[in-house]
């Protein structure tokens, strides 16, 4: 549930001292962190119907326990880290029970894998991010901040790697692309989003 912090006009701690108190977020959201994904190279590149390029025997595990931030350069060992092709696109936050809805409507399983996306969420409406600033929060770490920039939408890939029809049922709950403003880790589990106004729980 959001709520405003007892102390009226909480500011966000961030993983750098030089974005301490910089941004003013006094909403709180209690998330999940459910996935985190790491991808050092493309997999779908070429066409669709080709398929996805397979997984190499020496590509570290897609799927980590935590993730290392760099302020104005994405996930660290990710395939877009410091990429000028994805200015204010670094990393992809999407909400799961946003994938759930597709997966119900079409009548499919979704591996929010397939996706593609970074940063996995529950409990609340990540599209509400999109020209946003907020942070995100583990516990026993410094938040960090995050400004949201365009919506994630789904490329044709989506028909053929998630399930068909995917491409047209994730417009406008395909997550959005942000770019770090500040260095910090991120964790599977709970953690805290803070934003400039009141954010709707996921569904």
């Known amino acids: ?45 070429g066409r669709p119907a080709d398929g996805a390029l397979p997984v190499r025997s020496e590509d570290p595990d897609e799927l980590r326990d935590r993730i290392e931030l760099r302020a104005g350069l994405g996930i660290v060992g990710d395939r877009y880290f410091a990429s000028r092709a994805h200015v204010h696109a670094s990393v992809t936050v ?20 397939a996706t593609r996306r970074n940063v996995f969420l529950r409990g609340a409406d990540v599209e509400a991010l999109r020209g946003e600033p907020f942070s995100l ?3 026993g770490s410094g938040a960090v901040l ?46 805290v989003l803070r934003t400039t106004r009141p954010v709707a729980l996921g569904s």
């Open 1 to 45: 549930m959001t709520s405003v912090d007892d102390v009226a006009g909480a500011r966000a701690r961030v993983g750098s001292d030089e974005f301490a108190d910089s941004v003013d977020l006094p909403f709180r959201t209690d998330v999940e962190v459910a996935l985190l994904l790491v991808s050092r190279r493309h997999r779908y590149e």
């Open 94 to 113: 999407i909400g799961l029970e946003s994938l759930e809805a597709v997966g119900a409507e079409l009548g499919a399983e979704v591996d929010p894998v």
């Open 137 to 139: 929060q583990s516990p």
């Open 146 to 191: 995050f400004r949201g920039y365009r919506p994630a939408n789904p490329c044709a890939w989506m028909d053929h790697e998630v399930a068909p029809g995917a491409f047209r049922a994730m417009r406008g709950r395909g997550g959005v692309r942000c770019d770090p403003e500040s260095d910090g880790v991120l964790a599977l589990g709970p953690a």
